[in-house]
Nanobody, 117 residues
């Protein structure tokens, strides 16, 4: 069981930046890591994902404004978000999925990001 703890959320003004962190309780070397978000009344959507090989992919709505990275030694994944807009307001969740055993799929509790106009 991998426990994930997100941090770094908060209130930011339009055009501002935030860096989210996701700290894992165990080594993440074998896990594809991702960030998802869920806005009020909306479905959860992919923000960014980074595989065990370091390959990244981004959601269409955020591409060009976010960068995902991982530090396996620190058991941490980061999400750098720039040029934030009010529509980026959401709870951001960290996800870890074992790259071979897909049923080993874990979520954090989420961190709130609020962007003011």
């Amino acid at each position: 069981q991998v426990q994930l703890v997100e941090s770094g959320g908060g209130l930011v003004q339009f055009g501002g930046s935030l860096r989210l962190s996701c700290a894992a309780s165990e080594k993440i070397n074998s896990y594809n890591m991702g960030w998802f978000r869920q806005g009020p009344g909306e479905a959860r959507e992919l923000v960014a994902r980074i595989t065990v090989f370091g390959v990244t992919n981004y959601g269409d709505s955020v591409r060009g404004c976010v960068i995902i990275s991982r530090d396996n030694a620190k058991k941490t994944v980061y999400l750098q978000m720039n040029s934030l807009k009010p529509e980026d307001t959401a709870v951001y969740y960290c996800n870890a999925q074992h790259w071979q055993q897909l049923s080993n799929d874990y979520w954090g509790q989420g961190t709130q990001v609020t962007v003011s106009a």
